[in-house]
């Protein structure tokens, strides 16, 4: 079945370290993107690629990075510049002007 | 650059009777769409209906259907015949150049 693979679904971090979350999609959209949400909040946005090899930041692009080397793969990596990456992460893919398609989501923790 | 603001933090609602989940916008573009997702305690986001600010019809998928009234730039969700299922988070969102703004969200409860 085609859809949005995010994984891992928890992931723990130390302090100083990065981390990577990974999200994959098999529905052949050109865009992809990241957000976050914290508790009892909306979300926001982080990441956006709208074709291979570009991708714009968001509202909070903050202490992430991500690639956009393969149309399929919008990977995230939570670097140790990000003072509070405790939060629910969600990854997207959509076709121009359609509804965007959601993950299942990764919940990041700090050790 | 595009608002959304969902004003009813919590909302309760009796199981078959129908309810109103408020969102209103701002934004200075002509063309946009509006857009509402469900969210249960599990975390996915699920898609449940769109609204282009260009329909001359309001949305309708199933017990689904926006309320869009352009003058007072609100877009709100109804729920017709409610479901225990139907407990989850509810979020309004516009899309601005691509992307998606998201509102607060509403919880919704549905009683047995």
């Known amino acids: 079945d085609g859809g949005i693979t995010q994984s891992p679904k928890y992931l723990f971090r130390k302090e100083g370290q990065n981390v990577t979350l990974s999200c994959e999609q098999n529905?052949?959209?050109?865009?992809m993107y990241w957000y976050r949400q914290d508790p009892g909040q909306g979300l926001r946005l982080i990441y956006y690629?709208?074709?291979?090899?570009?991708?714009q930041k968001g509202d909070i692009a903050e202490g992430y990075s991500v690639s956009r080397e393969k149309k399929e793969s919008f990977p995230l990596t939570v670097t140790s510049a990000q003072k509070n990456p405790t939060a629910f992460y969600l990854c997207?893919?959509?076709?121009?002007?359609?509804?965007?398609?959601f993950g299942d989501g990764t919940r990041l923790s700090i050790l | 650059a595009q608002k959304i603001t969902q004003t009813q933090p919590g909302m309760f609602v009796q199981e078959k009777e129908a309810v109103t989940l408020d969102c209103t916008y701002d934004?200075?573009?002509?063309?946009?769409?509006l857009f509402w997702y469900k969210q249960p305690s599990s975390g996915e986001m699920i898609f449940l209906i769109y609204?282009?600010?260009?329909?001359?019809q309001n949305a309708t998928e199933g017990r689904y259907s926006l309320n869009f009234q352009k003058a007072r730039k609100s877009a709100n969700l109804v729920i017709s015949a409610s479901q225990l299922g139907d407990s989850a988070m509810y979020f309004c969102?516009?899309?601005?150049?691509?992307?998606?703004?998201f509102g607060q969200g509403t919880e919704l409860s549905v009683k047995p």
């Open positions: 997207a893919s959509s076709i121009q002007g359609q509804p965007q398609h």
């Open positions: 934004t200075s573009d002509q063309s946009y769409g």
């Open positions: 609204q282009g600010s260009y329909d001359e």
């Open positions: 690629s709208q074709i291979v090899n570009d991708f």
């Open positions: 969102a516009g899309n601005q150049g691509g992307k998606l703004i």
């Open positions: 529905l052949n959209h050109d865009a």
